[in-house]
């Protein structure tokens, strides 16, 4: 298993610019969540999807869309990219359904620069 | 939504035991405490988890108080390679909205 993978792991975009990050897991996992970190920061929520076709806002979903059209893929959707995006996104999954421990699994982060 | 309170940084010996508490006044009944670690800017690592009994894993120990409002992470025998950023989080909004707070940076020395 490839766990959760997430791409790209760098970009720069220049301010107004739009960008999906791709996210997938490959364990059936039927929950999903966008984080973004700040550097020196703690991690915030942006959106989370519990299933296929539902997703909810999180901490701090301004400026980012997503969708669920699959259990494998979350994408984030940047629109008219900002500075204050500048940040490394994390893409995470669980399935506390099953009963597993809700053990959140991480992917390696997407680093993003908006100049 | 049950939030979490931690000490913003604490420094430990190497092997001794780091005592990291969390306080977690308005948790539901139902609802886990999780403990994760951020070494440098890698994602989060799962340490454990508990609901009301003690815990114990290879990595660590987790001690939750009777009246649940509070919790400690203990690493019984610290080294420099467990320097990291520690997160307690109890799961919110249902059991699914997933936050993280500032965290406790922990320093282990030599």
């Known amino acids: 298993n490839a766990g959760v993978t997430q791409t790209p792991k760098f970009r720069i975009l220049k301010i107004g610019q739009s960008m999906t990050l791709q996210c997938a897991q490959d364990m059936n996992h039927n929950y999903m969540y966008w984080y973004r970190q700040d550097p020196g920061m703690g991690l915030k929520l942006i959106y989370y999807?519990?299933?296929?076709?539902?997703?909810d806002k999180g901490e701090v979903p301004n400026g980012y869309n997503v969708s669920r059209s699959t259990t494998e893929d979350f994408p984030l959707r940047l629109e008219l990219a900002a500075p204050s995006q500048t940040s490394v996104y994390f893409c995470?999954?669980?399935?506390?359904?099953?009963?597993?421990?809700?053990?959140?699994?991480f992917g390696e982060g997407s680093r993003l620069t908006v100049l | 939504d049950a939030k979490t309170t931690q000490p913003p940084s604490m420094d430990c010996a190497e092997g001794r035991a780091a005592n990291l508490p969390c306080n977690h006044s308005t948790i539901s009944g139902n609802e886990y405490v999780y403990w994760y670690r951020q070494i440098h800017s890698q994602g989060p690592q799962y340490i454990i988890h508990g609901l009301k009994n003690n815990e114990t894993n290879e990595m660590a120990s987790l001690i939750i108080t009777e009246d649940r409002k509070s919790s400690t992470l203990i690493l019984p025998h610290a080294t420099l390679r467990d320097t990291a950023v520690y997160y307690c989080i109890v799961l919110t909004g249902g059991g699914n909205k997933l936050t993280f707070g500032t965290g406790t940076q922990l320093k282990v020395e030599l």
């Open positions: 999807s519990v299933g296929a076709g539902i997703t």
């Open positions: 995470a999954s669980t399935d506390r359904d099953r009963g597993h421990t809700g053990e959140l699994f």
